[in-house]
């Protein structure tokens, strides 16, 4: 089971770090992506980060402001997330699958996911 936190509310400009943690199994084996929707619109691609911590992506709306990473050790992944915009506002999801070779971006391909977190970033 995954639980995603860190959400709030910050001002444009600000930082969060997102957490999720893993509860039940050890998912060092899963590749962990970050998701988010905002209202109306559909689930998104934010990040994704394998089994080694050198092999991440990011979509190109977040790429220099937001940094994934993961602690084995702990069965939890993290999103560190500077230079806010209001148009990060969101809920933000993490999620977790097995893959083989580079991850997906597409969110139904992650077979586990947790409940998301709410970002809100206001101007």
């Known amino acids: 089971q995954l639980q995603a936190s860190g959400g709030g509310l910050v001002q444009a400009g600000g930082s969060l770090r997102l957490s999720c943690k893993q509860s039940?199994?050890?998912?060092?084996?899963?590749?962990v992506g970050w998701f988010r929707q905002a209202p109306g619109k559909e689930r998104e691609f934010v990040a994704s980060?394998?089994?080694?911590?050198?092999?991440?992506h990011y979509a190109d709306s977040v790429k220099g402001r937001v940094t994934i990473s993961r602690d084995h050790a702990k069965d939890s992944a993290y999103l560190q997330m500077n230079t806010l915009e209001p148009e990060d506002t969101a809920v933000y999801y993490c999620a977790a699958g097995i893959f083989y070779g580079a991850a997906p971006t597409t969110a139904s391909r992650y077979a586990y996911w947790g409940r998301g977190t709410q970002v809100t970033v206001s101007s």
């Open positions: 980060i394998g089994r080694s911590e050198d092999s991440t």
């Open positions: 039940g199994r050890s998912f060092s084996s899963y590749t």
